[in-house]
């Protein structure tokens, strides 16, 4: 996966980040379906974190590059080893210390990295399990490796913002010191946003206090007031953030104009009947397969087009690229038809709309196998 051709090819800022996050996505679909075959910390190196340390652009098979198993003699220790060390002009900038795939990464799991953060050049320590990695550095003691990682990336769940975050750290972006300044930056926001979680469940009296003075007038802060407005300060925080999150869902799930069916003209085929027009139960049905494929796919990437006898879910508005079909023309039943790799049909009941999500890792991995290269025997044109 040529990291190289998303980040240097294009002159296009957007363009070039869609082409890093087309690859984290490829890659997030190809561990979601293998993670739970991956048994070992040796397979999980080689079936997550080695393609991961790929994906940032750097040649795993280069022992310049990347070298599995660095040597980091510590005091008495001789020998011990670190997993993988990035290396940049001859030293390291990066060490991996692996767990195998879904293991616990507390920091008593990291003392590995503590050590040999200390007896090298390295600026950043990560400790992954294939699915997770924790970025550190050290930002409070020069040369002694923070016990709290300023960034954490989950390959299987994440948003835009943190494949941005991760971009940072790829071959063909890496500065040091922009990667520093960010630390900084993410190490801070994560307190504060860990402190503010922390005040929404239980808020505190001398923040309560302060957003409820106005309203006092200069009363007492009575127990009786301040358990009134502990309650009242609990509530509008989750109301807040309620709001919030019906904000974003509600603008994820509307259909953006260009991926559904236009209206027919008049003198078409289909001015005279409504056969091909999406039901609103259709619609509704669309805005959760967008929903559902959201993780490995752009919304702008699935689109809606009627037919007389079912509604096509396609990959990118392509006919030959199907990720599902809606058969709900017989209103008596709901059946969608999902696509499997080889392109055949599996028609599945639907008891009502909730159900698509029962098929959330089928739809994925439909979507997924379109985003792969295309094999070039099969690109040779006669």
């Given at each position: 996966m040529g990291l190289s051709r998303g980040i240097d090819s294009s002159e296009n800022g957007e363009e070039e980040k869609m082409d890093f996050i087309d690859e984290v996505r490829t890659l997030a679909a190809r561990i979601a379906t293998a993670k739970d075959m991956v048994q070992t910390e040796e397979a999980t190196k080689n079936a997550m974190v080695m393609p991961f340390?790929?994906?940032?652009?750097?040649?795993?098979?280069?022992?310049?590059?990347?070298?599995?198993?660095?040597?980091?003699?510590?005091?008495?220790k001789k020998g011990e080893k670190v997993d993988y060390a990035i290396l940049k002009d001859g030293k390291p900038i990066m060490l991996f210390e692996c767990k195998k795939s879904g293991g616990d990464l507390n920091i008593n799991h990291a003392s590995q990295l503590f050590r040999y953060f200390h007896v090298t050049e390295a600026r950043f320590g990560v400790l992954t399990n294939g699915l997770v990695y924790r970025f550190f550095t050290d930002l409070e003691q020069p040369n002694k490796m923070d016990e709290k990682p300023f960034f954490e990336f989950n390959i299987v769940d994440f948003r835009d913002q943190d494949v941005d975050e991760l971009k940072k750290f790829a071959k063909a972006a890496f500065d040091l010191e922009n990667i520093l300044t960010t630390a900084n930056h993410l190490k801070y926001t994560r307190a504060i946003k860990n402190t503010l979680n922390e005040w929404m469940a239980e808020p505190p009296e001398e923040f309560v206090r302060l957003v409820s003075a106005e309203f006092l007038a200069g009363k007492h802060f009575r127990t009786t007031v301040k358990?009134?407005?502990?309650?009242?300060?609990?509530?509008?925080?989750?109301?807040?953030?309620?709001?919030?999150?019906?904000?974003?869902?509600?603008?994820?799930?509307?259909?953006?104009?260009?991926?559904?069916?236009a209206a027919p003209q008049a003198g078409s085929d289909t001015a005279s009947g409504d056969a091909s027009e999406p039901t609103a139960i259709e619609v509704e049905a669309f805005q959760i397969i967008r929903a559902i494929l959201r993780p490995v796919i752009s919304p702008r990437m699935v689109a809606m087009r009627g037919a007389a006898s079912y509604c096509a879910i396609l990959f990118d508005d392509n006919n030959r690229k199907p990720i599902c079909r809606l058969r709900f023309k017989n209103e008596s039943r709901l059946v969608i038809g999902v696509f499997d790799d080889k392109k055949e049909e599996d028609r599945v009941h639907l008891e009502n709309l909730d159900a698509i999500f029962e098929l959330s890792d089928r739809l994925k991995a439909c979507a997924s196998s379109y985003t792969k290269p295309a094999r070039e025997d099969e690109s040779a044109v006669a």
């Open positions: 340390i790929h994906l940032l652009g750097y040649n795993v098979f280069d022992p310049l590059e990347v070298t599995p198993e660095l040597i980091a003699d510590v005091g008495t358990d009134q407005f502990t309650q009242i300060t609990k509530h509008a925080f989750q109301q807040l953030v309620a709001d919030k999150i019906n904000g974003r869902l509600k603008g994820a799930m509307t259909p953006e104009p260009a991926l559904l069916p």
